[in-house]
Structures are given as structure tokens and as C-alpha cells.
């Protein structure tokens, strides 16, 4: 699947340098889609409020974004 704008995907939050928030995935919605593939979006946190990302890749490591997992 090709990302677009308004699509709901999964960002792979990387957590922060002092260990006080730890990786792990958030909702995010995609802005914008990239000549080069890669996507601008705004990312709802888990721990309140949200915050906007450029140039995100997709991928499964920290820093990227991915599909959400299909539940049947």
C-alpha cells in the first residue's frame, strides 16, 4: 500500500535520551506524502498531546512509521 494523506498509521516512537519515556508505538496521521517516499505527519502521544515529524521512512525500526498490525 501507497501512504496518502489522512491515513492512519503506526510510529515507532524512539522514547527520549534519559530513559524517562520509553520506545514505543503511537497513532499518527499522515500530512503529506514526499517526493522521496517519505511521509510528514503529526503523532498523538500516549502521554497526552501530539507532536509533528518530517521526512519519516517506513520501516519497523525507532523514528519510522508503519502500517497498524490487521485485526480479524
Known amino acids: 500500500m501507497k501512504p496518502s494523506i489522512g491515513r492512519i498509521v503506526v510510529y515507532n516512537h524512539p522514547g527520549s535520551a534519559d530513559g524517562?519515556?520509553?520506545?514505543?508505538?503511537?497513532?499518527?496521521?499522515?500530512?503529506?506524502?514526499?517526493?522521496?517516499?517519505?511521509?510528514?505527519m503529526v503523532v498523538f502521544s500516549i502521554y497526552g498531546g501530539f507532536f509533528f515529524n518530517h521526512n519519516v521512512v517506513q520501516g519497523d525500526g525507532l523514528?519510522?512509521?508503519?502500517?497498524p498490525a490487521r485485526v480479524e
Not at 499518527?28 to 517519505?38: I, L
Not at 523514528?63 to 502500517?67: E, M
Open 63 to 67: 523514528g519510522q512509521w508503519n502500517w
Open 20 to 40: 524517562k519515556f520509553l520506545p514505543l508505538q503511537s497513532p499518527a496521521m499522515v500530512q503529506k506524502v514526499n517526493t522521496d517516499g517519505t511521509v510528514e
